[in-house]
């Protein structure tokens, strides 16, 4: 499977992505899984629809974004804890 | 079954799950590959009020590897979109339906094509591509034939695109089979397990008569997959041929159909190649990641076409039939014959004037020499029948799957790579008992091939 190589490709700020999961709430999915198209997982791009943030890890700040077709992986501690307070509200 | 429900998790989630695969060189346009993915199993023609249809939220894609690597160099993806005219009926139709943009049809759907090559370029081929609606009786969709018919759709090319219900064209004895393998015209020889209740031999029954499928079909040009024509015996001229359906890796749902939110890569929920591979080969537990992978990762589940287990369990389920079979099973015999047809390819030199292997790669993929024309006068039993332009060289919509299947897997095929074996007489006779004339729905002589779907009123039970 591949994604659509012509979607677009949204580029996502720190800030969006705190507004939008708060206004979504934190998504919790299995991690791992297989056959996920991996083509189109780092591409920048505009942001123009709906963000998923996934805290996989707390500790380590690990974050999944997922905008359009694409899945961002994001390293940010102070970002995760946001989220996790936000999650606890 | 083919592939209908053949996996724990896609079992129930009937819109993504992929029942079907055809590939085969277009009889009246032997220039062209048509390939037919079927969705959506076990369709009740009465179904209504919310008829069938593709996903929204799923990517369909039919793929071609033609390098023999397992990896797609030509992808067909296809995309749906779902339209209400009027959302205060519950009707599907206000009236009877005589043409694709009829007022009537208040549910209509149309999808995109979007041809994607082995660098990721897309190139779209059309948009806003109607599907027929499904056939619902006499008063709604009066001659339906014709309305579908208007839904064939020219593409850039010359190719030509068909989406929409039909009539589900594969034939199977399920009942028997499901039932330990209960062939009917041979159940005085069931081992029965002490309860001794078949006493004679009994006509098949074709469990899916009746039934209706949603079909994708694609005629395209030989050399659009190929990237030229080239002779049998020539490597290049063989293709490998699948077919996936996936999500995206997020949904969050709102409650409100049509106002989710999808979100982040496509997951590939769904895999098709040759028919019966992961129904009979992969065992229960590896059925969803077999559907999960792309068929370059296919060396994982060789060792289960090498000893399958169904090869086991005919002389046991048949004592005394399949005698050769089970000596060569206890003498742990790899079938190599079967490893060659599911996830290689028939090598030259074991059939004359024939192969159609992709290489070392091991992939399930429906193999299809492109060079081999079609048959004057098609077997149902394809090569095993001496047809070398039948099914495992592509598949055809009159393929008799599943008695090759039994038979390849009894040892009918395990000759051609073990010259001291010698099959038992069964292995040449062994059927659930269909033939193509035990569908009710006639196939057509020409695109998409598959026939017109039951229609509901004069199909109002299974």
Redesign the interface.
């Known amino acids: 499977m591949r994604d659509d190589p012509t979607a677009a490709k949204p580029k996502m700020s720190r800030r969006k992505a705190l507004t939008t999961a708060a206004g979504i709430g934190v998504t919790v999915v299995a991690a791992g899984v297989t056959g996920v198209a991996a083509a189109s997982d780092s591409k920048p791009g505009n942001v123009d629809g709906p963000v998923v943030v996934h805290l996989r890890d707390l500790s380590s700040g690990l974050l999944d974004v997922f905008v359009g077709a694409r899945r961002v992986q994001v390293r940010d501690k102070g970002l995760a804890a946001q989220l996790a307070r936000a999650a606890r509200a | 079954m083919s592939s209908h429900r053949e996996a724990p998790e896609i079992s129930k989630d009937p819109v993504a799950d992929s029942t079907d695969l055809y590939a085969f060189v277009t009889p009246d346009h032997p220039d062209t590959v048509t390939m037919i993915a079927n969705y959506l199993p076990f369709q009740l023609p009465a179904g209504g009020p919310n008829f069938f249809e593709f996903g929204d939220d799923v990517?369909y894609?039919i793929h071609v590897d033609n390098n023999g690597d397992g990896r797609?160099d030509v992808?067909f993806?296809f995309r749906f979109e779902t339209q209400v005219r009027n959302e205060n009926t519950f009707l599907y139709n206000t009236g009877p339906v005589t043409s694709l943009d009829s007022q009537n049809l208040n549910r209509r759907q149309f999808y995109s094509v979007?041809r994607?090559d082995s660098r990721?370029?897309?190139e779209?081929l059309a948009r806003k591509v109607p599907v027929p609606p499904c056939n619902i009786g006499p008063l709604s969709t009066p001659n339906y034939h014709d309305l579908a018919y208007k839904a064939i759709c020219a593409l850039p090319g010359n190719r030509k695109v068909f989406a929409g219900q039909r009539s589900d064209r594969f034939f199977v004895d399920l009942g028997a089979i499901f039932d330990l393998g209960n062939l009917r015209p041979f159940q005085q020889l069931h081992e029965q397990f002490g309860l001794n209740i078949f006493k004679a031999p009994a006509k098949a029954v074709n469990s899916l008569n009746g039934i209706n499928v949603h079909s994708i079909a694609l005629q395209v040009p030989i050399s659009d997959l190929t990237g030229g024509r080239y002779k049998y015996n020539d490597k290049r001229a063989t293709i490998g041929v699948w077919t996936?359906a996936?999500r995206?890796?997020?949904q969050?749902r709102s409650g409100d159909y049509g106002r989710e939110?999808n979100?982040?890569?496509?997951?590939?929920v769904s895999r098709l190649g040759n028919p019966l591979f992961n129904e009979v080969i992969v065992p229960m537990a590896k059925k969803d990641?077999f559907n999960?992978?792309?068929p370059y990762e296919d060396k994982r589940f060789a060792g289960f076409v090498e000893n399958p287990e169904l090869a086991n369990l005919l002389p046991v389920l048949y004592p005394g039939v399949f005698n050769n079979l089970d000596a060569a099973n206890k003498a742990k015999t790899k079938r190599a014959d079967l490893v060659a047809i599911l996830l290689t390819g028939i090598p030259a030199g074991i059939i004359d004037g024939f192969q159609n292997t992709t290489g070392s790669t091991q992939a399930d993929m429906l193999r299809l020499n492109t060079a081999i024309p079609p048959a004057k006068s098609p077997n149902i039993f394809g090569l095993l029948g001496g047809d070398v332009a039948g099914f495992p060289n592509g598949r055809r919509v009159t393929d008799d799957v599943v008695s090759i299947a039994l038979r390849a897997v009894a040892g009918a095929t395990l000759a051609l790579v073990d010259k001291g074996f010698k099959p038992d007489d069964a292995a040449a006779a062994v059927t659930d008992g269909l033939t193509p004339g035990d569908v009710k729905a006639p196939f057509l002589n020409s695109f998409p091939f598959l026939g017109v779907p039951y229609d509901g009123f004069n199909n109002p039970s299974a």
């Open positions: 990517l894609e797609p992808s993806q979007t994607v990721g370029r897309a779209t996936s996936s995206q890796q997020v969050v939110t979100a982040g890569p496509h997951v590939q990641l999960s992978l792309p």
